[in-house]
């Protein structure tokens, strides 16, 4: 079954990065594009970006230009979120995502979610 | 890209049905049929309920649908029962391999 678990945790200082990590596993890891959503407390979903584990090419929303960077490692099947110059309207739970087999855009598998709180 | 908008709340009585409408653009929900819909319960991930704009993913209930007409998207619940009392967001393909999700809105069940 597929499956995708998350780093834990992190508390940063505001002007820090933070780097997270997603491993996949139960399916052909190359084969499907992975998102990253993140909904700060008793806010909404946002959508961050998104990532080719095949070749690597990676997308971002406008809002995260030049401060969040998507990579992967496919020896471990992981995807990497890098998000820099933290500020606290960060802190929120960070999840990976896949779309569902044959559901495009339809995200049907998530992490578990990983709580980044920013703080000084 | 700004975030898709939709009301706040909406709420109903069991066994009635609900409209949540979700309002784009022309370059976002107005241009392509990939709007899909997420129900969440507190602190829990989302759950997919509809992609494609109307397509029911296997497992899930047929009381709920969607529509699209324009820039505005809509999800229905029929036959409004307490385990739907939850928030529900919309999310539309944006072009240029972006996606934007809505605002959220939270269903009560009266």
């Known amino acids: 079954q597929v499956q995708l678990v998350q780093s834990g945790a992190e508390v940063k200082k505001p002007g820090a990065s933070v780097k997270l990590s997603c491993r996949a596993s139960g399916y052909t890891f190359t084969n499907y594009y992975m998102q990253w959503v993140r909904q700060a407390p008793g806010q909404g979903l946002e959508w961050m970006g998104m990532?080719?584990?095949?070749?690597?090419?990676?997308w971002y929303t406008q809002k995260f230009q030049g401060r969040l960077i998507l990579t992967r490692d496919t020896s471990t099947s992981t995807i990497y979120m890098e998000l820099s110059s933290l500020r606290s309207e960060d802190t929120a739970v960070y999840y990976c995502?896949?779309?569902?087999?044959?559901?495009?855009?339809?995200?049907?598998?998530w992490g578990q979610g990983t709580l980044v709180t920013v703080s000084s | 890209q700004s975030a898709l908008t939709q009301p706040a709340s909406v709420s109903g009585s069991p066994g009635q049905s609900i409209t949540i409408s979700c309002t784009g653009t022309?370059?976002?929900?107005?241009?392509?049929?990939?709007v899909s819909w997420y129900q969440q319960h507190p602190g829990k991930a989302p759950k997919l309920i509809i992609y494609e704009g109307t397509k029911g993913p296997l497992g899930v209930s047929n009381r709920f649908s969607g529509s699209k007409s324009g820039n505005t998207a809509s999800l229905t619940i029929s036959g409004l029962q307490a385990e739907d009392e939850a928030d529900y967001y919309c999310?539309?393909?944006?072009?240029?391999?972006?996606?934007?999700f809505g605002g959220g809105t939270k269903v009560t069940v009266l």
């Open positions: 022309s370059s976002d929900v107005g241009s392509y049929n990939f």
């Open positions: 999310c539309s393909y944006a072009g240029s391999s972006t996606w934007v």
């Open positions: 990532i080719n584990p095949s070749g690597g090419g990676a």
């Open positions: 995502a896949r779309d569902g087999d044959g559901y495009n855009g339809g995200i049907a598998y």
